[in-house]
């Protein structure tokens, strides 16, 4: 018998770790027991800046006033990272930890375009309709969610920012219901 994923927690940890590298795009690919991820994240660089040595006398303030001091560069570039592992285990303690930090910050206000929030909606949105996860990309905002159905019927949907918007305040309100907290 085959054993039962509950995507919308383990899309929802894996989000979060995702959100820890400052993930900008990915591929998700499921594996036997794990899932595997390569994409493009954040890497900000810093050049340091140069000046020349600073003297106290108003003759060194003349010697170095025509001298250009470069300016710090710092921007952000992007580093691709693949074959990103995330195993049972692994999904088991980053929500653990994260549940931690979620108690600490319950009052606060759901991003619902943040990758964890737009992976835990999409997860819940498998587990309802009781589909099995192939892949999934992630790409300006846009998510491509490759599926099987119930009937064993492979699909493949693509979420843009407004759908992704409307299944995630769907699944908002079907939380509160479920917490009677209308």
């Given at each position: 018998m085959a054993k039962t994923v509950h995507y919308e927690n383990t899309?929802?940890?894996?989000?979060?770790?995702?959100?820890?590298?400052?993930?900008?795009?990915?591929?998700l690919d499921t594996s036997d027991d794990h899932y595997v991820v390569s994409g493009e994240c954040k890497k900000t660089t810093a050049t340091p800046r140069l000046e020349?040595?600073?003297?106290?006398?108003?003759l060194g303030f003349i010697r170095n006033l025509g001298k250009e001091k470069p300016a710090?560069?710092?921007?952000?570039?992007?580093?691709?990272?693949?074959?990103?592992s995330f195993?049972?285990?692994?999904?088991?303690l980053s929500d653990q930890k994260s549940k931690v930090l979620r108690a600490k910050i319950d009052d606060c206000t759901l991003n619902?375009?943040?990758?964890s929030q737009v992976l835990r909606t999409v997860g819940a949105d498998l587990d309802?309709?009781?589909n099995r996860?192939?892949?999934l990309s992630w790409l300006h905002q846009t998510l491509t969610l490759w599926h099987v159905n119930g009937r064993g019927v492979e699909t493949k949907e693509v979420f843009m920012p407004a759908d992704l918007y409307?299944?995630?305040v769907h699944q908002f309100k079907k939380r509160l219901k479920a917490t009677g907290s209308d």
């Open positions: 899309l929802r940890a894996i989000g979060q770790n995702l959100e820890s590298l400052e993930v900008e795009s990915f591929e020349p040595p600073r003297t106290k006398s108003f710090q560069t710092t921007g952000p570039q992007t580093s691709h990272f693949s074959g990103h195993t049972e285990s692994d999904i088991e619902p375009h943040s990758i309802h309709r009781k996860l192939i892949k409307n299944l995630w």
